[in-house]
């Protein structure tokens, strides 16, 4: 059965920095972050396909925000550099079991399996 567990959040001031980690369990076509604000729809943060590591990410973290792999350790990382108020979200980690040929990476729908989310705080 597939799972997605995240870690690493936490409270931070603007301008610092914040690793996350998602540790999974299972075979996944890619694994994604998303995030979520108050009362909002979750938003794409970035996403890396699990064979070759190719990774999209969103326009908002793009050139602050960095996703990876580790194959052995079976975690996807997301390292957020430059933090801003802003970026105060819930952040959840997915996973897509198949490539899905109607929606891309950067949608919620084709992932089919999600983390409990871990909570980032940016303080000004």
């Known amino acids: 059965q597939e799972q997605l567990v995240e870690s690493g959040g936490g409270m931070v001031q603007a301008g610092g920095s914040l690793r996350l980690a998602c540790s999974i369990s299972?075979?996944?076509?890619?694994v994604g972050w998303f995030r979520q604000f108050p009362g909002k729809e979750r938003d794409f943060v970035a996403a890396?396909?699990?064979?070759?590591?190719?990774?999209h990410y969103g326009n908002s973290v793009e050139d602050r925000f960095i996703i990876s792999r580790d194959i052995a350790r079976m975690t996807v990382y997301l390292q957020m550099d430059s933090l801003k108020p802003e970026d105060t979200a819930l952040y959840y980690c997915?996973?897509?079991?198949?490539?899905?040929?109607?929606?891309?990476?950067?949608?919620?729908?084709?992932?089919?399996?999600w983390g409990q989310g871990t909570q980032v705080t940016v303080s000004s």
């Open positions: 890396i396909r699990w064979t070759d590591a190719y990774t």
């Open positions: 997915a996973g897509q079991t198949r490539y899905s040929f109607d929606f891309s990476a950067s949608s919620p729908t084709p992932y089919d399996a």
């Open positions: 299972g075979n996944f076509y890619q």
